[in-house]
């Protein structure tokens, strides 16, 4: 694999959330009135729903009233992971503080913060994943090799979901069905520049935030909103690895799918990967074997990768290659306990099983509640957060690093500077405008650094920027 040169694999993942306000189990506030309680306290502080952190992501309220959260620019699984969390941790916070307000008010209620992608009314909302490629790459032949992977991938990282069968099936009309992914019946094109009019897997709209001669941002749109760590660490690992194989011209198999949408679909709903997915080169094949297929690959080009200037180091991906392995051999089996503490739609799986074998069905609401539950994100209160503190699940971080990541920006990407000048302008009193390449302070003069490399965590520019900054005004934070 001598000469071999692979572009640094910088990601990020949005996450949009579910909120709902109740009191006594009725609905005491809609989505836009609770998202206001919310944001109250960014819009005293920065005059915005649309701001940058400390930690140098993007915290927003999304079309629809979807509080969401862009992590940094992240180039290891670790680092991913704790910002995504952190992310989460900071919503969490104003919606704790929502509910406290909403209390001093006489109002009341409780305030819930969902990591989910559908609502009861079959509205869905989307987990969306950025990930640095070069220029160079066809996102035509890109698709092609990738498709078939996104389509049968939530046999390893779908979040689990109590659903109807999707409209249009012939069973439709048949009772709800336990199915691996949230997303699946909510994305209708396989590649396309929409995101909500007609949702595709891949999203083509051409918004690198860096150098376009370099690079695109590849804008993964049809992953579940995740709660565990590993399923994330999963999720993200596999698809990075699919990425360098076709980056570094690796020879894999022609599966393109006829028909995604309809594959999806029928995919979710076989718990034991049999699915037939039908090839446009014609035949047909198991969603299991082609995940195998891309494992297979996975396995023998981590054997040679590089390590230079690869992001995660082999090591810390090699656990992840043997957990994908062990879910596929779980869903093979049906046996689901080697899984049940690593892999969201099994762990899930596991707690309703326990309702069923008490006598109930999918079809009691009271399952629907604990589908529903596993994913608030308060701790000590929602399901999944309650597997975590009793140490039933694993994890990938540590609360420390989910508390560092809360205010301190990836060191080794563009994040690093944006946290600087976020930090240094903040404490200084001094106005900006920031987005995700540009630093800029207005004025009557004003100064802007346009920071097109995502990879680049120093810059003189920036340095002698901040060299030009007064002295933190009083009483601001260090």
């Avoid at 809609?30 to 944001?39: L, Q």
Wanted: net charge negative.
């Amino acid at each position: 694999m001598a000469g071999v040169a692979l572009t640094r694999r910088v990601t990020g993942i949005e996450t949009e959330y579910g909120i709902a306000c109740t009191l006594d189990g009725a609905t005491r506030l809609g989505p836009e009135e609770t998202a206001r309680y919310m944001f109250r306290p960014v819009i005293s502080d920065y005059g915005a729903t649309n701001i940058f952190t400390a930690n140098a992501g993007r915290l927003y309220l999304d079309v629809g009233s979807h509080p969401e959260f862009a992590t940094a620019e992240c180039d290891g699984l670790g680092q991913l992971i704790a910002q995504d969390r952190a992310g989460e941790r900071l919503l969490d916070e104003l919606a704790a503080r929502a509910e406290a307000q909403l209390a001093e008010e006489g109002i009341g209620g409780r305030v819930f913060l969902f990591r989910n992608n559908v609502d009861s009314a079959g509205n869905s909302y989307g987990c969306h994943e950025n990930y640095l490629v070069g220029r160079s790459m066809s996102l035509k032949a890109l698709s092609r090799l990738l498709l078939p992977f996104l389509v049968t991938r939530q046999l390893i990282c779908g979040a689990g979901l109590i659903a109807r069968p999707y409209p249009g099936s012939p069973h439709e009309q048949e009772a709800e069905q336990y199915c691996f992914s949230q997303r699946a019946d909510h994305v209708w094109e396989g590649v396309s520049s929409a995101t909500t009019r007609s949702r595709p897997i891949i999203n083509t709209r051409d918004e690198p935030h860096a150098d376009s001669t370099r690079y695109r941002r590849l804008h993964v749109i049809v992953g579940d909103s995740n709660m565990s760590e590993t399923t994330t660490a999963l999720k993200v690992a596999s698809t990075q690895l699919v990425l360098e194989m076709i980056e570094a011209g690796r020879d894999l198999p022609d599966l393109e799918v006829a028909n995604e949408i309809k594959a999806i679909r029928e995919v979710s709903r076989d718990l034991g990967g049999r699915a037939p997915v039908a090839l446009r080169a014609g035949g047909e094949m198991p969603a299991l074997e082609i995940q195998r297929i891309y494992l297979d690959a996975a396995r023998s080009w981590l054997a040679e990768r590089p390590e230079e200037g690869a992001g995660t180091p082999n090591a810390e991906l090699a656990p992840l290659l043997e957990l994908w392995g062990r879910v596929l051999d779980a869903v093979e089996s049906g046996d689901h306990s080697a899984i049940a503490g690593d892999i969201d739609w099994a762990i899930k799986l596991s707690l309703l099983d326990r309702y069923r074998e008490r006598g109930l069905e999918l079809t009691d609401p009271r399952l629907a509640q604990v589908d529903l539950a596993y994913h608030d994100t308060r701790p000590g209160r929602g399901v999944f957060r309650l597997l975590e503190a009793r140490g039933a699940v694993s994890r990938m971080v540590d609360d420390a690093a989910v508390t560092r990541a809360m205010t301190r920006a990836p060191e080794t990407t563009r994040a690093h500077l944006r946290g600087r000048f976020l930090a240094a302008t903040r404490a200084a009193g001094v106005p900006t405008v920031v987005d995700w390449t540009h630093l800029k302070i207005p004025g009557d003069d004003p100064v802007t650094v346009v920071l097109d490399d995502p990879l680049a965590a120093v810059d003189e520019r920036v340095d002698a920027l901040l060299a030009t900054l007064p002295e933190p005004a009083p009483g601001a934070p260090a």
